[in-house]
């Protein structure tokens, strides 16, 4: 039988040509928002290489629902017009599917990149974050502002207007980041949540934000492309978010149109105790789709061909995606295939490279 791993796949409307897929990976590498070079070629380098979907990192829905000052948002024209140049080259490349993680960094931005330490941007830049509660990520750091009517208005309209600028600008699919931490995933935990309107106490109430933001954005881009979601199925602490609440919220996103669910883990809180492993979140994938019955995308720690296609091949998720094993070799998607037997097409200009990938080569349709 031929590999799981390279049969397309039906996601809502879209067919993705394979089960390989590169994970959303921030590169604090953007200007005022705007993907450069670096994107170009950081992007075209994985379309290039065979994955079916391709994510474009924690992209930012206005200036301050970014990270840091160097990542990427899709706020305004610049922005629009320098992912549709990167998505044109992408797709002139491969039959890739490209998609866009849209996000909103909350209470964890107004922060430097990872190797300038993380930390708080200090002084001239800096800027005061938002949240459900005014309880910052960790001691020491400046309080959040407790999101109000109008900033829930706000993010709301800033979701859907770059949702629209997405659909635009060509992407394919769009994630949004209920995860890591993140302002959408604020909502959900009652560790973050400790809201006492309509937005907060029961699970109910914590998930209403988030399932508005979804079904805003469901409807501002176009219905026969899916909008996905990344979900943090545990936030690996006592009394945090769970399992259960994660089943429930992920029942509600399929009944408002889901397209799949992306299960990653933790990153609320520093406190979480993770045991990690290879495949070490996969089990929580397989439970989302045994138990609500929609696709699902594993990802962490897969990095051997086999393992993913027993990942697929089992029934444990639909799609498997790669972050760090991606970093390392870009054509681990060109080397699962040969280990799997499988057929992949290359560029043209790239089809001698191993004659074991003699498939039809990829030539741009006009
Ligand atoms: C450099 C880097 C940047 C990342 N940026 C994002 C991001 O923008 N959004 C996100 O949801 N996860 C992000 N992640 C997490 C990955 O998408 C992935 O979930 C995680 O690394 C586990 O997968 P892996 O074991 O294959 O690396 C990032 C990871 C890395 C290594």
Same mark, same amino acid.
């Given at each position: 039988?031929?590999?799981?791993?390279?049969?397309?796949?039906? #996601?809502? *409307?879209?067919? =993705?040509?394979?089960?390989?897929?590169?994970?959303?990976?921030? +590169?604090?590498?953007?200007?005022?928002?705007?993907?450069?070079?670096?994107?170009?070629?950081?992007?075209?380098?994985?379309?290039?290489?065979?994955?079916?979907?391709?994510?474009?990192?924690?992209?930012?829905?206005?200036?301050?629902? $970014?990270?840091?000052?160097?990542?990427? &948002? #899709?706020?305004?024209?610049?922005?629009?017009?320098?992912?549709? $140049?990167?998505?044109?080259?992408?797709?002139?490349?491969?039959?890739?599917?490209?998609?866009?993680?849209?996000?909103?960094?909350?209470?964890? &931005?107004?922060?430097?990149?990872?190797?300038?330490? *993380?930390?708080?941007?200090? *002084?001239?830049?800096?800027?005061?974050?938002?949240?459900?509660?005014?309880?910052?990520?960790?001691?020491?750091?400046?309080?959040?502002?407790?999101?109000?009517?109008?900033?829930?208005?706000?993010?709301?309209?800033?979701?859907?207007?770059?949702?629209?600028?997405?659909?635009?600008?060509?992407?394919?699919?769009?994630?949004?980041?209920?995860?890591?931490?993140?302002?959408?995933?604020?909502?959900?935990?009652?560790?973050?949540?400790?809201?006492?309107?309509?937005?907060?106490?029961?699970?109910?109430?914590?998930?209403?934000?988030?399932?508005?933001?979804?079904?805003? =954005?469901?409807?501002?881009?176009?219905?026969?492309?899916?909008?996905?979601?990344?979900?943090?199925?545990?936030?690996?602490?006592?009394?945090?978010?769970?399992?259960?609440?994660? #089943?429930?919220?992920? +029942?509600?996103?399929?009944?408002?149109?889901?397209?799949?669910?992306?299960?990653?883990?933790? *990153?609320?809180? +520093?406190?979480?105790?993770?045991?990690?492993?290879?495949?070490?979140?996969?089990?929580?994938?397989?439970?989302? $789709?045994?138990?609500?019955?929609?696709?699902?995308?594993?990802?962490?720690?897969?990095?051997?061909?086999? +393992?993913?296609?027993?990942?697929?091949?089992?029934?444990?998720?639909?799609?498997?995606?790669?972050?760090?094993?991606?970093?390392?070799?870009?054509?681990?998607?060109?080397?699962?295939?040969?280990?799997?037997?499988?057929?992949?097409?290359?560029?043209?200009?790239?089809?001698?490279?191993?004659?074991?990938?003699?498939?039809?080569?990829?030539?741009?349709?006009?």
């Amino acid at each position: 039988m031929s590999a799981q791993l390279f049969t397309p796949f039906q #996601l809502g *409307g879209l067919t =993705v040509p394979n089960r390989v897929v590169v994970s959303p990976m921030c +590169q604090y590498a953007a200007t005022d928002g705007v993907p450069g070079d670096w994107h170009l070629v950081h992007l075209g380098q994985f379309a290039m290489s065979g994955p079916g979907t391709v994510f474009v990192e924690a992209t930012g829905v206005e200036p301050n629902g $970014r990270i840091t000052h160097g990542c990427t &948002g #899709l706020y305004d024209d610049a922005c629009e017009q320098a992912f549709s $140049r990167i998505i044109s080259f992408m797709k002139s490349v491969s039959d890739v599917r490209v998609g866009i993680q849209l996000s909103h960094a909350g209470r964890k &931005g107004s922060t430097v990149a990872p190797w300038e330490g *993380g930390g708080l941007i200090e *002084g001239d830049g800096a800027w005061v974050t938002d949240a459900p509660s005014a309880v910052p990520y960790l001691p020491g750091w400046p309080e959040p502002r407790a999101m109000d009517d109008a900033a829930l208005k706000r993010v709301r309209d800033a979701f859907v207007d770059a949702a629209r600028r997405a659909d635009r600008a060509g992407f394919d699919l769009i994630e949004l980041h209920v995860a890591h931490g993140y302002l959408l995933h604020q909502f959900l935990s009652p560790i973050t949540n400790r809201r006492q309107d309509q937005y907060g106490g029961s699970l109910e109430n914590r998930m209403r934000y988030p399932l508005e933001v979804f079904k805003a =954005v469901r409807d501002a881009f176009s219905s026969d492309k899916p909008v996905a979601v990344r979900l943090s199925a545990t936030d690996w602490i006592d009394g945090g978010w769970d399992v259960t609440g994660s #089943l429930a919220f992920s +029942q509600a996103l399929k009944d408002a149109g889901c397209a799949m669910i992306d299960v990653t883990s933790g *990153g609320l809180d +520093q406190r979480q105790e993770i045991t990690t492993g290879p495949g070490y979140q996969v089990g929580f994938a397989e439970t989302i $789709r045994r138990e609500v019955g929609m696709p699902v995308m594993a990802v962490g720690q897969i990095t051997d061909p086999i +393992q993913a296609e027993t990942i697929v091949a089992t029934g444990q998720a639909d799609l498997v995606a790669l972050a760090r094993g991606m970093l390392w070799d870009p054509r681990w998607t060109w080397k699962a295939a040969v280990a799997l037997r499988a057929e992949i097409a290359l560029p043209a200009p790239y089809a001698r490279c191993n004659p074991a990938l003699a498939a039809t080569p990829f030539v741009k349709r006009s």
